[in-house]
C-alpha cells in the first residue's frame, strides 16, 4: 500500500497445485481445472465503477512451470484468457504466437507476466468493458542446470516471447465472473511433447 491514495496489490488468487500436464494438439487448458485444484474466478462486477476502480484498475498475472519436447520440434502458444466457462476460452486476453521448440530438451522451465489495464469500464451486460494487455513469457533451461558465462550469450540463458499488439482493446462482459486461465497449444502430438503449469498467481494492482 502506498499510504498515498489507499490503493494496494492485493494476491487474488495462488494456484494451490499443479495443472494437469497438457500434452494434445488442441487448445487445453494449463491451469487449475480440477474440483481439487478449481480455476478462479475473477468476481462479477470487478472492473465497475466504484471507489478504486473504473480506467486503469489493473491485473497482474504470474505463473510458469515447464515442458518437455521429444526428437521432433514442434510449436506452441500460451494463450490467456477471462472465460465465463470454466476450462473453455472466452475472451483471449493475451497470447503468445507459435514459437517453435528445440528437440530433445527436458524439463525446460518458462515464466510469464501479463499486464491487464481497464481502459473502458462498460455498463450493464454485454461486451462492452475493454483492458489493454501486455506481457512475456522467458523459456530457459532450469533445474540449476543454467550456468551460463556472464556477458556471454548462450543456450543456457532465458529467451523471452513478447506479447502486445494485437492483445489492446480487448472486450469482456464485466457484469459476468470471469475465469482467469492458462492454455498452451501444441502443433503435434509427434514426440509426445508435454508441459505442466506448477505456479499461477494473479494480483489486483489497485
Known sequence: MSFLTGTQA????AMPASGTAVTAASITVLSGSTNANPAFQLPANFFSQVSGSGPGKSLLLK????????????????????????GTLG??????????????QSNVAFEFEILATLTVPGQGGGNNASVNALGHVLIG?????????????????ATPIMIGTPQTAVTFDPTAGQY?????????????????????????LN
Not at 482467469?180 to 489486483?204: D, I, Q
Open 10 to 13: 492485493e494476491l487474488l488468487y
Open 63 to 86: 505463473g510458469g512451470g515447464w515442458y518437455t519436447v521429444g526428437t521432433t520440434a514442434v510449436t506452441d502458444v500460451l494463450t490467456f484468457g477471462l472465460d465465463t466457462t470454466r
Open 91 to 104: 475472451t483471449t486476453l493475451a497470447k503468445t504466437g507459435a514459437w517453435t521448440t528445440v528437440i530433445s
Open 141 to 157: 533451461q532450469a533445474n540449476n542446470a543454467a550456468n551460463p558465462t556472464l556477458q556471454t550469450v548462450g543456450a543456457q540463458w
Open 180 to 204: 482467469v486461465e492458462v492454455f498452451n497449444t501444441w502443433s503435434a502430438t509427434t514426440g509426445a511433447p508435454t508441459a505442466t503449469l506448477t505456479n499461477f498467481y494473479v494480483f489486483g
